[in-house]
């Protein structure tokens, strides 16, 4: 079963950029969705952005224009490019890998994004 650890996590002005990468320890070319959540203290956990294996993209409406998500099949690994990072960005950032047929959830364990002065 694949596993995932997320990494590029830390502290961050606000203005600033972050680049998570999610690396799959087994081949990500049959997962049908990838995507980003996050969770902040005393709320759920929400999609932050989510990519399919053709490559379409989606994204809340509170990060379109400044988040990007994207993956490499070759290299096993998605990323979270974030730029114009905002307080209300903080949050623990989870990757998710799910298939389809057969069906597979699987969470990474998260990293920790602050976005403070």
């Known amino acids: 079963q694949v596993q995932l650890v997320e990494s590029g996590g830390g502290l961050v002005q606000p203005g600033g950029s972050l680049r998570l990468s999610c690396a799959a320890s087994?081949?990500?070319?049959?997962?049908?969705?990838m995507g980003w959540y996050r969770q902040a203290p005393g709320k759920e956990r929400d999609l932050v952005a989510g990519?399919?294996?053709?490559?379409?993209?989606n994204y809340a409406d509170s990060v379109k224009g400044r988040f990007t998500i994207s993956r490499d099949n070759a290299k096993n690994t998605m990323y979270l490019q974030m730029n114009s990072l905002k307080p209300e960005d903080t949050a623990v950032y989870y990757c998710?890998?799910?298939?389809?047929?057969?069906?597979?959830?699987?969470w990474g364990q998260g990293t920790l994004v602050t976005v403070s002065s």
């Open positions: 998710k890998a799910t298939r389809l047929r057969p069906w597979l959830g699987v």
């Open positions: 990519i399919t294996s053709d490559g379409t993209r």
């Open positions: 087994a081949s990500i070319f049959s997962i049908d969705v």
